[in-house]
């Protein structure tokens, strides 16, 4: 595993299963400081995903982190959220005690804000979910723009779509705040689906984290098995990618993974390809690329990070 100085990070997210297991990543490797927790509306409503912010990081015992609630709905666009794969709670139905940390006073979009702000050295924003709050704080206070080190990000395609043909999910449930994000001149990582057959959680990946036998390796086991199941109609079998993690490895070490610069645009009017993530992969349009967008990974070197870093806990 490649060590770097500590880069410090907001982490932006809509837990879902996989950003639970993104959570443990981030929250427990010496690489990385975590600034701040902040959720959005994204695979459920945002009552829902700041509840489950609360959960899965007070079940990890990371008590002294600052999680606040941002937007609660897209830019301009309806809501669109995921039935079923996540479970009715979006944690795979498991129960959770009364969370020990209580969300920040302050909304999402305002912490962002003021940590971006204040900040001596630049932050690197890592967004799992919709780009709203990041969005609506560019929008807001343009001046934190600079202080952006880079934004990784999981969305996009520069293929097929998971929620429409066209689209992936990410960027098709706020198009406009990913367009705003696109063109906010920052360095931006996008690892969207071309990872989908590298990152599959598979029987053998199960049972080597199971294997650890801690509080987040039993937590990764409960939420890849319902997970795994209720991807089984897409996939044929109980496998399921797990992409919202990637942002994590990746600034753990992104030497495992091949980017090609390209021109990403966001496709904003036609309502078949709305939300599409448009990339210059050959160059065509002569723009100036303005995303390293990801093409492929060392799956050996992804799951060992996992698995890894799930043994730090516990």
């Not at 879902?16 to 927790?37: E, R, S, W």
């Not at 609630?69 to 959770?96: S, Y």
Request: a negative charge; aromatic letters at 8%; charged letters at 20%.
């Amino acid at each position: 595993m490649e060590t770097t100085r500590s880069t410090s990070i907001i982490l932006d997210t809509d837990p879902g299963c996989d950003d639970a297991v993104a959570i443990m990543l981030a929250a427990k490797q010496a690489c990385l400081n975590l600034k701040a927790l902040t959720v959005v509306a994204g695979n459920d409503i945002l009552p829902k995903t700041a509840r489950n912010a609360l959960a899965v990081c007070s079940y990890l015992g990371l008590d002294q982190l600052t999680i606040a609630a941002g937007m609660v709905r897209p830019l301009v666009r309806e809501q669109v959220v995921i039935k079923g794969i996540h479970g009715e709670n979006d944690l795979a139905n498991l129960e959770f005690g009364e969370p020990t940390i209580k969300l920040s006073n302050k909304h999402a979009v305002n912490l962002i804000i003021d940590i971006l702000l204040s900040a001596e050295e630049e932050i690197t924003f890592v967004a799992l979910g919709p780009l709203t709050n990041l969005a609506m704080a560019i929008r807001l206070e343009p001046r934190i723009i600079p202080k952006i080190k880079r934004i990784v990000l999981i969305g996009g395609s520069y293929g097929f779509g998971n929620i429409t043909p066209a689209a992936e999910f990410n960027i098709y449930a706020d198009p406009e705040a990913a367009h705003i994000v696109f063109t906010c001149g920052r360095p931006i990582v996008m690892i969207g689906l071309s990872i989908t057959e590298r990152v599959l959680v598979t029987k053998e990946v199960m049972e080597k984290i199971g294997s650890i036998n801690n509080r987040a390796a039993l937590l990764f086991s409960k939420l890849m098995t319902f997970y795994n199941r209720a991807n089984h109609r897409f996939f044929c079998e109980e496998v399921s990618p797990l992409y919202d993690p990637a942002a994590i490895v990746y600034l753990i070490n992104p030497s495992i993974f091949t980017t090609k610069p390209m021109y990403v645009e966001i496709e904003l009017k036609s309502a078949q390809s709305y939300g599409r993530t448009y990339c210059d992969y050959y160059g065509t349009l002569n723009k100036s690329a303005n995303a390293e967008v990801v093409t492929d990974l060392d799956s050996d070197g992804f799951w060992s990070i996992i698995y890894e870093t799930i043994k730090l806990y516990g």
